[in-house]
């Protein structure tokens, strides 16, 4: 059995992102999404035209790994180094913005990839094997060699 911490995080990011694109209709970026930052002290919206993919198939993978999870932990998961005040301060953690992922998260729920619970949300069986078999496609191609080792 392959789990998705078997396969590299950014190409098993990549991998959801274009299915999210191109088979879940419930995730697709708001209007807005074109203007928006993603966080505080950013200066721009994020350059890449599928952005909101990416940052949805590394919630999904948070929400797979960490579960349940709130929405301040994920803002925490994908805070930045932010410059605040003159050269003389140091950087500090600043938080990813809120909104993004609220929205994120709301869509992920609406195609049944993720539910709330009382403890926080946390990844369906729908989306558990979604993210297992994604992972296993991965793994396969890349033929990464596991060694496993006796106890």
């Known amino acids: 059995m392959v789990s998705i911490k078997d396969v590299p995080q950014d190409k098993l990011v990549e991998r959801i992102a274009k299915y ?13 999404a074109i203007y928006v930052k993603t966080g505080r002290n950013k200066d721009r919206p994020p350059q890449n035209d599928d952005w909101w993919y990416f940052r949805a198939a590394a919630v999904l ?11 301040g932990s994920l803002r925490s998961s994908f805070s930045y180094r932010a410059k605040i005040g003159p050269k003389a301060r140091s950087e500090r953690t600043a938080k990813a913005g809120g909104a993004v992922i609220r929205n994120i998260l709301h869509q992920l729920e609406a195609a049944g990839l993720i539910e709330r619970t009382s403890a926080g949300r946390v990844i369906t069986p729908k989306g558990r094997s979604l993210m297992d078999k994604l992972a296993s496609e991965l793994f396969k191609e890349l033929k990464i060699n596991v060694k496993v080792f006796p106890q």
């Open 20 to 32: 999210l694109k191109d088979n879940v209709p419930q995730v697709k970026p708001p209007q807005w």
């Open 61 to 71: 993978r948070r929400v797979y790994l960490n579960g349940p999870v709130g929405l």
